[in-house]
């Protein structure tokens, strides 16, 4: 073999290893938002899809916030591509779309595009998040 086609088969297989490692959030359907919602925490309900960039940038954010907060808080990814009645029901017009829900269920604040864990957060604490 060559040193190209043997530098290729590592390279391929690092990637595939890479990508086995790495969880992703399973996609929320609707009785898993209302049950998030009506757990008496806050909540980011994420709707996107695993194809789109954005969305690739924030799913392991939202991974990192699921294991962080559990108990805290709830953190749904719902992917508009596979459940587009969902998307539909919660009015999202582009993707990602994060919907912030307060301890009571009530959407609090709604933001569209690519989102930081920081501000996140921010807006976790201010919909309830101790």
């Known amino acids: 073999m060559t040193k190209q086609i043997i530098t290729a088969l590592l390279t391929a297989s690092c ?3 890479v990508s086995a490692v790495a969880a992703e959030l399973p996609s929320s359907n609707d009785a898993a938002i209302r049950a998030a919602l009506a757990s008496g925490k806050p909540t980011v309900a994420d ?5 789109c960039i954005p969305c690739k940038k924030m799913a ?5 916030l699921n294991r962080e907060l559990k108990g805290k808080a709830n953190v749904t990814f ?3 591509w596979a459940t587009p009645a969902i998307a539909q029901g919660y009015r999202v017009q582009m993707i990602p779309t994060q919907i912030f829900f307060d ?3 009530k959407e609090v604040k709604r933001h569209m595009g690519f989102l930081e864990k920081a501000d996140i957060l921010k ?7 101790k």
């Open 60 to 64: 392991p954010i939202l991974e990192e």
């Open 123 to 129: 807006e976790l604490k201010a919909a309830g998040l």
């Open 78 to 80: 719902t992917d508009v």
């Open 103 to 105: 301890a009571r269920g």
């Open 47 to 51: 709707f996107g899809a695993r194809t």
């Open 15 to 17: 990637v595939l290893s």
